[in-house]
């Protein structure tokens, strides 16, 4: 499984950003749907929260601090993730990792499952 985060950058409180995630692996050789898409974030000194997730067959699952202002989604022809950003605070400010993994999300949120397979991380930056 290979990763490959673009899209971080500088932007304005208020402002927007898309994040996208390159993604190949993720649902092998049988074209399975049961794979699990996250958006993952972190600043210095604190452990990393997760953002976003998204399924194999499209369900999506948002942190409530990011609810109404993040949108997830794929694109299965292109392999890519998106994570669209509006109404950034500065508190987003974060590196932003994309991952993934073989099961269904719920076994992460629900199953004591880790994502194994990550990006390098994009970093955003929210000015005040």
């Known amino acids: 499984v290979q990763l490959v985060e673009s899209g971080g950058g500088s932007v304005q409180a208020g402002g927007s950003l898309t994040l996208s995630c390159a993604h190949s692996?993720?649902?092998?050789?049988?074209?399975?749907?049961?794979?699990?898409l996250g958006w993952f974030r972190q600043t210095s000194g604190e452990e990393r929260e997760d953002v976003a997730t998204?399924?194999?067959?499209?369900?999506?699952h948002y942190a409530d601090f990011v609810k109404g202002r993040f949108t997830v989604s794929k694109d299965d022809t292109k392999n890519i993730l998106y994570l669209q950003m509006k109404g950034l605070k500065t508190e987003d400010t974060a590196k932003y990792y994309c991952?993934?993994?073989?099961?269904?999300?719920?076994?992460?949120?629900?199953?004591?499952?880790?994502?194994?397979?990550w990006g390098q991380g994009t970093q955003v930056t929210v000015s005040s």
């Open positions: 692996g993720v649902s092998g050789y049988t074209g399975s749907t049961k794979y699990c």
């Open positions: 991952a993934a993994m073989r099961r269904v999300c719920d076994a992460y949120y629900h199953g004591g499952f880790v994502f194994k397979n």
């Open positions: 998204i399924e194999g067959d499209g369900g999506t």
